[in-house]
Each structure stands twice: as structure tokens, then as C-alpha cells.
């Protein structure tokens, strides 16, 4: 059964100068919208008091579970305006399982995933004036998430929780984006191991990558490369973003699942390859072959996935004592080509082969 999320609007919009300067350069997550999506669970009620309305802080004690315990998942998505005005999701349905499989990860209650779908698409209904008209790459990012609101410092599920969408209007993520980015190989942290968190989008994962990312930047690299966690030097993902390889002899190649997040854009990427002559595989990468491949030539292309991210080529690495480029350190002509396809269907200028739009306005 799909519940309501009914509006009441904010009395103090943003004035639409201001928001017309925002669009201008949004960015990426500095600026949201004027209204947020919320529904609180508890044992006694379920889901209940779902609803749309003015963005505002949470009020919070300060034995709220989530301060102490981290019991939290996110998603990110984003609303694209096609040419005719029209305003779309790409594969929500995604994103409502993966925030179904996060929860139950996170021990969080269950969400129905058509109450996610109807928040995200009723959110972009009521902030319709903050999805940007694309010059480049610009959409409003949803981000819904959910954490734990008992105020209890026993460790145990948290038996309230809170829901909310908001949304945030957005330009590239990396600002070097088509440029390519360089990567730093930590062979001191890693992301995640066999039955820990990597599956989930939980907000831990993404605190625990900080110190890896005060590293890479320390070696002038843009985001981390994780290897795997028991010591195998297999690539797993990159702080948020998955990975992928192009092979000479016509391969798209990307690790496969168990310790990494299941991202949507790769998900989308492996369906995409055999358009682009690529044959799909998802398999066990070690660095030694990357380095190899690269230096030899077999490895032709290496890219990042991710909503944010979109695809981004990664065209450089580091580690501690060696450093290589994939090519000639250019982004590859695979990788743009994927990488424009997506954005073609994602802003209606492709046909959606797969179903996988979602108009919402
Ligand atoms: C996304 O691609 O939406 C992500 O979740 C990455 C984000 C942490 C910026």
C-alpha cells in the first residue's frame, strides 16, 4: 500500500533572484532546495506522520542514537530535466532496493519502497522551480537517508527512526571531472571486509574513507583506490565511486560484488557493454594486473561509476614508491563514449532502451 507524503509549503521561499544565482553555479552539495521529505518509525506505530514540508533543522538530543552509533543509510540520485521541460529519475527502483538492503544491514526498520519512490518523486514535484536546466551536466542530487532518532545510549536497534529526503542542485562533482582523475593506491587503509558494512550505503563507510582521502591529497591524487581487506592487493572501489578497466582486446571489466557498494551506474555500464562491442565481466582485478596492463597496453581505459560521479575517467595512480598513467593519460574514447550514452538517456536525448526513466513531472 503506497502512502502520501502531503506538502505544506514553506512561507519563506527562496527569493528567485537568489535561487537563480544558485542554479547559475551550483556546485555540488552546498545549496538545497526549500522542502524536505520526512516519515518517523517507531515499533508501536511503523511508518507513520510521512510528509513534505519546509526544510528545517532537526531538533536532536544529544543521546540521539546516530551521534553515538552510526546507525544511518543514504542513497544518491538525481532528477534530470529533459529538453521539453519534463523532469525524470533514472532507475529509482534501484536506489528504493539498495535503501531496503542498507537497512537491513544498518539493523534500520524496512521502508516500502514505493513510499520511497512516491517521497523522492513528490519532493521533486514541490522544489520543481530547483531542478536546474542543464547547460552541462546539472540536475537536483536527492539525497534520502535514514538514521536512528531514539534518544539511547544502550547499544541496541534504535526503536525510532526518522526518514527524509532532501535535495540539493548540482553541477559536476569533480570539477577536474572530464579531465580525468588520479587515484592514490592505500596500502594503509582499507574500505571494507567479508561480512563487515560494504555492501550498504551507511554513512560509517564513508566517515571511515576521510583519513584515506587526507592521504591521496597528500599525494596530490584526487580519491583513494582501496585494495581488498584480507590482503589479496585486488582493487575494490574508490572512496565513492566504483571502478572500472577497458581491455584491448574488448573487455569492460569491473570487480565483482561481495565487499563493494552495488552501484547503479555500474550496474548500468555492465548492461550497456555489449553495446559499445564490450564484453561485461565481474571478476576479481588485481593491482598487478592494472599496473601491468597498463604499462603493456592490454589495459587500454580505467573509469569511476557513480550517480555523482557519473563516469569519470581515472587516468593516473599512485602508490607508496611508484606512480603510472593508463594511456596516454587522456580520457579513453570507451569511457566518454559510455559516458555520453549515459548522460544521452539520463537527459532524454537517447532512447531508454532498458525502461529505465521515470518521469515524475
Ligand atoms: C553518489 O554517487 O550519489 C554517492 O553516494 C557519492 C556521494 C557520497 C557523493
Given at each position: ?104 544491514r ?77 587515484l592514490w593506491i592505500s596500502s594503509e587503509y582499507t574500505r571494507a571486509a567479508k561480512g563487515g558494512t560494504g555492501t550498504a550505503?551507511c554513512?560509517g563507510n564513508y566517515?571511515a574513507s576521510?583519513a584515506a582521502?587526507?592521504e ?8 583513494v583506490m582501496y585494495l581488498d581487506s584480507a590482503g589479496e592487493n585486488t582493487l575494490e572501489e574508490s572512496g565513492?565511486?566504483n571502478v572500472?578497466l ?7 571489466v569491473t570487480p565483482a560484488l561481495g565487499t563493494i557498494l552495488e552501484g547503479?551506474?555500474r ?14 565481466e565481474e571478476r576479481s582485478i588485481s593491482l598487478g594486473e592494472l599496473r601491468s ?24 595512480f599512485?602508490g607508496e614508491?611508484y ?39
Amino acid at each position: 500500500m503506497t502512502t502520501d507524503f502531503p506538502l505544506s509549503r514553506t512561507t519563506h521561499p527562496t527569493p528567485g533572484a537568489e535561487r537563480a544565482a544558485i542554479l547559475a553555479d551550483p556546485g555540488f552539495g552546498r545549496y538545497f532546495t526549500d522542502h524536505m521529505a520526512t516519515a518517523t518509525w517507531t515499533p508501536a506505530s511503523g511508518w507513520h506522520d510521512h510528509k513534505i514540508g519546509p526544510l528545517e533543522p532537526f531538533s536532536m538530543h544529544p543521546s540521539t542514537a546516530v551521534l553515538h552509533y552510526a546507525q544511518e543509510i543514504f542513497e544518491g540520485m538525481k532528477a534530470y530535466r529533459h529538453a521539453d521541460g519534463s523532469v525524470w529519475l533514472f532507475r529509482p527502483d534501484a536506489n528504493a532496493r539498495r535503501f531496503a538492503r542498507s537497512a537491513a544491514r544498518l539493523a534500520l526498520p524496512q521502508l516500502p519502497e514505493e513510499d520511497f519512490l512516491t517521497s523522492v518523486a513528490e519532493l521533486v514535484r514541490a522544489d520543481e522551480v530547483w531542478v536546474p536546466t542543464p547547460t552541462d551536466e546539472e540536475s537536483l542530487y536527492l539525497r534520502p537517508f535514514m538514521f536512528a532518532s531514539e534518544a539511547f545510549l544502550g547499544v541496541r536497534p534504535a526503536a525510532r527512526a526518522t526518514y527524509c529526503v532532501i535535495a540539493s542542485p548540482a553541477g559536476p562533482y569533480f570539477p577536474s571531472g572530464v579531465t580525468g582523475v588520479t587515484l592514490w593506491i592505500s596500502s594503509e587503509y582499507t574500505r571494507a571486509a567479508k561480512g563487515g558494512t560494504g555492501t550498504a550505503k551507511c554513512g560509517g563507510n564513508y566517515a571511515a574513507s576521510l583519513a584515506a582521502q587526507i592521504e591521496a591529497q597528500e599525494h596530490g591524487c584526487d580519491q583513494v583506490m582501496y585494495l581488498d581487506s584480507a590482503g589479496e592487493n585486488t582493487l575494490e572501489e574508490s572512496g565513492t565511486m566504483n571502478v572500472c578497466l577497458i581491455t584491448a582486446d574488448g573487455r569492460l571489466v569491473t570487480p565483482a560484488l561481495g565487499t563493494i557498494l552495488e552501484g547503479v551506474t555500474r550496474d548500468t555500464v555492465l548492461s550497456l557493454a555489449a553495446d559499445f562491442g564490450l564484453t561485461p565481466e565481474e571478476r576479481s582485478i588485481s593491482l598487478g594486473e592494472l599496473r601491468s596492463g597498463a604499462a603493456d597496453g592490454s589495459i587500454t581505459e580505467v573509469f569511476a561509476a557513480g550517480t555523482a560521479a557519473v563516469i569519470t575517467p581515472m587516468v593516473g595512480f599512485k602508490g607508496e614508491g611508484y606512480a603510472f598513467t593508463v594511456g596516454d593519460g587522456t580520457p579513453g574514447k570507451h569511457t566518454m563514449a559510455l559516458r555520453d550514452h549515459v548522460l544521452d538517456i539520463q537527459y532524454g536525448r537517447a532512447e531508454d532502451k532498458h525502461g529505465w526513466m521515470r518521469r515524475v513531472l
